[in-house]
């Protein structure tokens, strides 16, 4: 669990009760330091505590519906949960591995793209900007190097 989350206080914050489920769930991703999948929260989950696959998808989509995780893309169909941005958690940009479909955590300072310049040449509303770097993992890479 993030030691400097409150995952009551922040469920509170956008109206949304602390059931366990919801607490549980939060402290998954929360904890992890790689986005991840719904079925990797399932499996987790499921390790202390028996829990409805279609339960924790629902519990997903309202936290990201609530800004408090964020759906991180990945090429192919899995999409990958977060923490949204807050003040333990800053926005940061991602490394996609396009051999084994790794995504890792890049630091914020890393790559950065603030939303006030787009903001003065784009005519709409930004709500949200996602980087996403693509390339070899290093234990790919590896391999690749070792059957070159």
């Known amino acids: 669990m993030c030691k400097q989350c409150n995952y009551t206080q922040l469920l509170k914050s956008t109206g949304l009760e602390a059931t366990a489920n919801r607490l549980l769930i939060m402290e998954v991703i929360g904890s992890n330091n790689t986005p991840l999948t719904a079925a990797e929260v399932l499996r987790t989950v ?3 505590q ?17 800004h408090l ?3 991180i893309s990945a090429s192919g169909r899995a999409t ?4 949204a941005p807050n003040k333990h958690h800053p926005s940061h940009p991602h490394f996609y591995c396009v051999s084994c ?12 793209i603030g939303s006030e310049n787009l ?5 709409g509303r930004i709500q949200r900007i996602e980087i ?11 391999q690749e190097l070792a059957y070159s």
């Open 50 to 66: 028996p829990i409805n696959r279609v339960t924790v998808y629902r519990i997903l989509d309202l936290l990201v519906e609530h």
């Open 119 to 123: 903001q003065k040449t784009f005519p």
């Open 80 to 83: 990958h949960f977060g923490m």
């Open 101 to 112: 479909g790794l995504i890792n955590c890049l630091s914020p300072e890393s790559l950065t």
């Open 69 to 71: 995780l964020e759906r």
């Open 132 to 142: 996403r770097v693509e390339g070899l993992c290093n234990t790919c890479l590896k």
């Open 46 to 48: 499921e390790r202390t």
